[in-house]
């Protein structure tokens, strides 16, 4: 009989178990992929990938060995101050930094992108600075410091790989998980499975009568620019969140890369542009790319996974489809072609159909688009280059929030969900801070 078992071995759930590990308790880690240097897609390397369960998303470490990228704020990157509190917040993150300096992270500089007279000029031209303190680590150093939170952890709690954790049953005061490597009892259950593991969620929550809520679905154009048009808001801050407002919807920027090129990501069945920074590169670019997104909210996310399968599946056409468009041509009204691709200034880091964005994708999102622009040329006075590519289209896939009480545990007494799959938080600095967070208050209710 476990005391707590953790399903799932991404970001939230390696800082669950490492504040958990000073404990007595009898900890157990679940997980449907492999452990971190057994994790090799072959989309890493320009193939197809062909894995049963997809390295690049399973595995130890889960998302956080692509880019490392901890954003240390509650500005954004979801809703976990709405459950501990601002203050106790920033606490954790703090908490998370340390650990990961304590490994070394603080082989990179943590850099701020506060500026207050940007800020303060931002408003005039009706855009919001989201500031953040950053440590950025990239795929290298992340694998290298989860690799030794492993070893720290495999030292004192077990962990097991491509295990398929195939039911489970509450019984008066313990769970009995059934698995493809036999029945596993446990007091506590932590479910810790990130975004990847959506479907399977749904399936146990359905199954053991959790509440689930409401789905939130990030989709945006991503843009590619000459990097020096943003030097004047970026020299000091190296990446700028900008927030835009639309009506009553609120669009922000993501994942600004400068020098970046952009890569295709295939997740959800769809292949969408997303952004690889330079320091993933052997050299660097000559242009900036980020993402605006616009977030829509769904009953169900069945709603939701079948609004983005309409949008990029229809441009995907079951292929790795995706459009990009001068901006000059969405400003006339044109088609780009190859011919007037030939002489642009600014050339596409992605091989990507040329074509027309309004025939691709809603109206909505390029009239978002367009104003955020519009803005944005007041904010950096001056005009934004014509030859600047819009690809269309990114999207960012969130859970279905759980409807938990103030410490992640669902309506199923001893059953808790931290990180991602909880819908609260969306980035890995807020899922490792939930995991620090539920790690604390099992530690100190329960003693086993």
């Known amino acids: 009989m476990y005391d707590i078992t953790v399903i799932g071995s991404g970001v939230s759930s390696f800082f669950l178990a490492y504040t958990l590990s000073q404990s007595n308790q009898k900890i157990l880690i679940l997980e449907k992929g492999k452990s971190l240097e057994e994790r090799n897609c072959p989309l890493d390397r320009g193939g197809i990938c062909n894995c049963n369960v997809c390295e690049k998303y399973f595995g130890f470490a889960g998302l956080g060995k692509s880019e490392g990228k901890f954003n ?8 976990l101050e709405q459950k501990v509190g601002r203050e106790n917040l920033l606490q954790l993150m703090d908490e998370v930094d ?3 300096c304590r490994f070394g992270g603080d082989s990179v500089i943590k850099y701020s992108t506060a500026n207050t007279e940007l800020s303060k000029r931002a408003q005039l031209c009706n855009l919001q600075m989201l500031t953040t303190e950053v440590r950025h680590l990239g795929t290298s150093l992340s694998t290298k410091i989860f690799q030794q939170i492993y070893k720290v952890l495999s030292s004192k709690i077990d962990i097991q790989f491509e295990v398929d954790v195939q039911d489970i049953k509450k ?10 490597q036999g029945n596993i009892q446990s007091q506590h259950v932590v479910f810790a499975t990130g975004r990847s593991g959506t479907d399977w969620l749904k399936k146990q929550c359905s199954s053991l009568g959790v509440k689930q809520g409401k789905t939130r679905l990030d989709l ?17 801050t190296f990446e700028t969140k900008l927030a835009y407002a639309h009506e009553d919807i609120i669009s922000s920027t993501y994942c600004m890369n400068p020098k970046g090129r952009i890569i295709r990501k295939y997740q959800e069945g769809l292949v969408m542009p997303d952004g690889q920074n330079f320091r993933e590169q052997e050299i660097g670019t000559s242009n900036l790319n980020f993402t605006l997104f616009t977030p829509t909210y769904f009953s169900t996310l069945k709603e939701a996974n079948m609004y983005a399968h309409k949008v990029i599946g229809e441009i995907n056409k079951g292929t790795d489809r995706i459009v990009v468009q001068r901006f000059g041509d969405l400003r006339e009204g044109q088609s780009t072609t190859k011919e007037n691709m030939y ?3 600014i050339q596409p ?3 990507a159909e040329f074509g027309d964005l309004t025939k691709e994708i809603p109206l909505l999102y390029i009239q978002i688009l ?8 007041k904010f950096i006075g001056e005009a934004i280059d014509e030859d600047t590519l819009l690809y269309g289209m990114d999207g960012k896939f969130y859970s279905p929030i759980i409807e938990t009480d103030e410490n ?5 007494h001893g059953l808790y969900v931290i990180g991602d799959c909880s819908g609260v938080t969306h980035s890995l600095s807020q899922a490792a801070a939930s995991g620090i967070f539920v790690g604390k208050y099992l530690a100190s209710n329960f003693q086993f």
Do not use: H, K, P
């Open 349 to 351: 880091t992605l091989n």
């Open 171 to 180: 019984d008066n005061n313990s769970f009995t998980l059934i698995t493809n």
């Open 343 to 345: 002489n642009n200034r």
């Open 72 to 79: 240390y704020t509650s500005d954004f990157g979801g809703e």
């Open 370 to 377: 367009q104003g955020f622009i519009n803005y944005l040329e």
């Open 408 to 412: 992640f545990q669902t309506n199923i």
């Open 220 to 236: 945006g154009i991503r843009v590619e620019m000459a990097e020096q048009q943003l030097r004047l808001i970026l020299e000091d």
């Open 98 to 100: 340390e650990i990961l």
